[in-house]
């Protein structure tokens, strides 16, 4: 059973920096698809940014773009994701999904929810002053 275990969230002041990662256990290789997704209260899940895990190509948000960076580390099966110039419209549950099959019509993952079929239980990012 493939499973993803989230640390890293916490509390940071605006222009902060924090770096979520995301453990995959239950497989003994890299899913072709992850993904970091958020989710504020009162809002819909946001895909913030996608890694194929084969080319290690990445996708963003533009809410996120040129602050976030997503990386992997395949001998450890984990992503992270580095965030930098936090800001208080950061503060989200961020949640690491995973999906089985590759890039279609492309080298990026797509960012759609509905996409990943697994997913972690969430860590909290606050950026408050």
């Known amino acids: 059973q493939v499973q993803l275990v989230e640390s890293g969230g916490g509390s940071v002041q605006p222009g902060g920096s924090l770096r979520l990662s995301c453990i995959l256990t239950?497989?003994?290789?890299?899913?072709?698809?992850m993904a970091w997704f958020r989710q504020a209260p009162g809002e819909e899940r946001e895909g913030v940014a996608t890694?194929?895990?084969?080319?290690?190509?990445?996708y963003y948000a533009d809410s996120v773009k040129g602050r976030f960076a997503v990386s992997q580390d395949s001998a450890k099966k984990t992503i992270y994701l580095q965030m930098n110039s936090l800001r208080p419209d950061d503060t989200a549950m961020y949640y690491c999904?995973?999906?089985?099959?590759?890039?279609?019509?492309?080298?990026?993952?797509?960012?759609?929810?509905?996409?990943?079929?697994?997913w972690g239980q969430g860590a909290q990012v606050t950026v408050s002053s």
């Open positions: 999904a995973a999906d089985l099959r590759p890039p279609v019509g492309g080298p990026l993952c797509g960012s759609a929810h509905y996409r990943y079929n697994f």
């Open positions: 890694i194929a895990t084969a080319s290690g190509s990445a």
């Open positions: 239950g497989t003994s290789y890299m899913t072709a698809c």
